[in-house]
T-cell receptor
Framework: GAGVSQTPSNKVTEKGKYVELRCDPISGHTALYWYRQSLGQGPEFLIYFQGTGAADDSGLPNDRFFAVRPEGSVSTLKIQRTERGDSAVYLC?????????????FGPGTRLTVT | GENVEQHPSTLSVQEGDSAVIKCTYSDSASNYFPWYKQELGKRPQLIIDIRSNVGEKKDQRIAVTLNKTAKHFSLHITETQPEDSAVYFCAAVDSSASKIIFGSGTRLSIRP
């Protein structure tokens, strides 16, 4: 079956612009996670959805970052007024349900470059 | 919150030898410890995991150990092969928090 997919695979944008990154989770997975991976580092948690609601957004670095999952499936990560420090690979993961009993399956990521 | 420390940051071993990567965690509420392998430009892939009610788990050439008292856990790869070359991440998960807290990664290189 299809795994987690993310679009676009690469995004180059100018400083100050707005970007949207999309995640399509595995069908039937109710939990969805966003992580950010900077070069040479491990992924860092950003936000987690259970269904349509953001259950934990403690990892969002500031109010320029926002994510939605309006129908409990596809999620969009939105970044306003992008800065060069936002450049990273943004990874999405999904799992059957919340909690450590369920493996998180990662998507291929979106590489964001802010020039 | 949880903090995961991982070392070494780089590791080079001769093909056929063993490799060991060590991690520590800070939050005693963490009860699940997955290990991920990430090849260049690819997504993290779960290779093995261990839960806090188990001290050791083995899957072919890969084994993990967990010392809950000391908050240490380790990955052991035996009979290393060229395809084992990658970056390996340890991680910790709190059952109530759901999010994965990753270590900083170990770049493993296998010398022919």
């Amino acid at each position: 079956g299809a795994g987690v997919s993310q679009t676009p695979s690469n995004k180059v944008t100018e400083k100050g612009k707005y970007v949207e990154l999309r995640c399509d989770p595995i069908s039937g997975h109710t939990a969805l996670y966003w992580y950010r991976q900077s070069l040479g580092q491990g992924p860092e948690f950003l936000i987690y959805f259970q269904g349509t609601g953001a259950a934990d957004d403690s990892g969002l670095p500031n109010d320029r970052f926002f994510a939605v999952r309006p129908e409990g499936s596809v999620s969009t990560l939105k970044i306003q007024r992008t800065e060069r420090g936002d450049s990273a690979v943004y990874l999405c993961a999904s799992s059957l349900s919340r909690g450590s009993s369920y493996e998180q399956y990662f998507g291929p990521g979106t590489r964001l470059t802010v020039t | 919150g949880e903090n995961v420390e991982q070392h070494p940051s780089t590791l080079s071993v001769q093909e056929g030898d063993s490799a060991v990567i060590k991690c520590t965690y800070s939050d005693s509420a963490s009860n699940y410890f997955p290990w991920y392998k990430q090849e260049l430009g690819k997504r993290p892939q779960l290779i093995i995991d261990i839960r806090s009610n188990v001290g050791e788990k083995k899957d072919q050439r890969i084994a993990v150990t967990l010392n809950k008292t000391a908050k240490h856990f380790s990955l052991h790869i035996t009979e290393t092969q060229p395809e084992d070359s990658a970056v390996y991440f340890c991680a910790a998960v709190d059952s109530s928090a759901s999010k994965i807290i990753f270590g900083s990664g170990t770049r493993l290189s296998i010398r022919p």
